[in-house]
């Protein structure tokens, strides 16, 4: 299935409905329309745009990923484009572009597939009263606050994973080349979140200007200065983590000197020990008589 809409009532009921004109000729502020558009498909984007009576819909950014988060404002919606982030089951990164079109008391999503955290939304806020009681801003709003959380469980499956080098340097002997490895692999991560993170800061700073108010008639604004400050702080546990990344390389090489340090101090105490004899079979060799080595009735045949 393309496209999965949902409509959400003040009363707390939360239905699957299929597009048509007696759904959207009666949304009201009472109810949220979310159409979810698994596909980037532009006859599906114009199907669902064109019975929501959108103008100037942007397609081409709609349907274009490549790009660097951006948002646009629109006469009667804005249009704004985030890449999201989960890991596979062999707990490779991955992005996910998602695009949002977002009016009075609708919201529209487009990307390719499912994306976990919202499909978790769906099955955990089922039933819930309060969803139909949110603006379209503010609905807005909680979807961006799990966008960041996203970010935030990939850092935990790498913190997981520094945790484990920590305890390798300590209990095992790694070889220079398979540690190189990892913290090329970890250090790749952390720059990837980085890379795809920053760029965000431009929606979330345009959400929080006071001029968005136009649009949300509600007092999401504070929703959306909330969630700078939570976006703020996934920017400073990513930098934290690139840090913490960086720290393995220098317990390395900490643990490696150590082992050199007992290495040399080993070899110290050969060379003195081999140098001692060395002296005393050099005293001995010596072409002058001793009285200890010479010869007597008691010595040997």
């Known amino acids: 299935m393309k496209i999965i809409v949902y409509l959400y009532d003040v009363d707390g009921t939360e239905r699957e409905v299929n597009l048509d004109d007696s759904i959207i000729n009666n949304l009201n502020d ?3 329309l979310w159409v979810n558009i698994l596909e980037r498909d532009l006859e599906t984007v114009k199907k669902v745009t064109t019975a ?3 103008t100037n819909v942007p397609f081409k950014g709609i349907l274009r990923t490549h790009e660097r988060p951006k948002i646009f404002k629109f006469q009667d919606f804005y249009h704004f484009f985030i890449v999201s982030v989960e890991a596979d ?3 490779k990164m991955r992005s996910i572009p998602i695009d949002f079109v977002v009016g009075k008391n609708f919201v529209i999503t487009v990307h390719e597939g499912d994306v976990k955290y919202l499909q978790d939304f769906v099955k955990r806020e089922k039933g819930q009263r309060h969803i139909g009681e949110l ?3 503010s609905f807005v709003a909680t979807m961006l606050d799990l966008h960041i959380v996203s970010y935030f469980r990939i850092l935990e499956k790498i913190e997981r994973k520094v945790d484990d080098m920590d305890e390798k340097i300590f209990s095992q002997d790694l070889e220079d080349e398979q540690f190189l490895k990892q913290m090329v692999r970890l250090r790749s991560e952390v720059s990837k979140l980085r890379r795809w993170f920053l760029p965000h800061r431009d929606i979330f700073y345009s959400l929080a200007r006071p001029d968005f108010r136009e649009i949300a008639e509600s007092d999401s604004f504070e929703n959306f200065k909330t969630l700078n400050e939570h976006f703020e702080s996934a920017v400073d546990s990513i930098e934290s983590s690139r ?3 960086l720290s393995l390389f220098d317990l390395y090489t900490t643990k490696n000197s150590h082992l050199m340090n007992k290495t040399i101090k080993r070899l ?7 140098g001692g004899l060395g002296a005393i079979a050099g005293v001995w060799g010596m072409n002058f008589e ?3 080595f010479k010869s007597a009735e008691t010595d040997f045949a």
Do not use: A, G, H, R
């Open 30 to 32: 009472q109810q949220l």
């Open 52 to 54: 929501l009576k959108l």
């Open 89 to 91: 089951d062999n707990e």
């Open 135 to 137: 603006d379209s801003e």
């Open 243 to 245: 840090d913490t990344v």
């Open 268 to 274: 110290t105490f050969i060379t003195l020990l081999v």
């Open 290 to 292: 001793v009285d200890y």
